[in-house]
């Protein structure tokens, strides 16, 4: 699966070491020009890494041990009852999705789930997507210092977060 550049790996090392820094600022400025829709590449390469970064801390953990095994999931509410996946709201649905589509190796499927909110949502539903895709990333401990290489979704000014 494609890796991504040195500047989105420099976007994603800045918004997450500002959550982890508990920086509202930063995290709120940099979550408003990504949401823009004027941004609409800056915001598949951002949500995309995002995925990709919380995919191989997901593949490294002990958990996974089943080289050619399927991922799945099970959505349950607060009370450990199954919620229909359809019953989702659509930003949230699309970020379970792609990560699912990520896991799988289905980079096409990640893509299309964040096109998506993207093409169909609004500001909010942007926003939505992008702060769930940190907020997981972020719980299954994606490090400020994601790998760099090549991704040809990348584009635009991340500010903020330039080398």
Do not use: Y
């Amino acid at each position: 699966m494609a890796e991504h550049t040195p500047r989105v790996a420099d976007a994603i090392n800045t918004l997450v070491a500002a959550v982890r820094d508990r920086d509202i600022d930063v995290v709120s400025d940099l979550l408003a020009q990504w949401c823009r829709p004027a941004s609409d590449s800056d915001l598949v390469a951002i949500v995309t890494a995002l995925i990709s970064a919380g995919g191989r801390k997901i593949l490294e953990s002990e958990a996974v041990q089943l080289p050619d095994a399927a991922f799945a999931v099970e959505v349950q509410n607060a009370d450990g009852l199954p919620v229909d996946i359809d019953s989702i709201s659509p930003p949230v649905r699309a970020v379970l999705r792609a990560q699912l589509a990520w896991l799988n190796d289905r980079p096409e499927d990640v893509t299309d789930q964040i096109r998506l909110v993207i093409d169909s949502g609004d500001s909010h539903d942007r926003m939505s997507m992008l702060v769930h895709a940190l907020v997981w990333a972020v719980q299954v401990g994606v490090s400020e210092s994601t790998e760099d290489s090549g991704d040809s979704g990348d584009s635009g000014d991340f500010g903020g977060a330039g080398r």
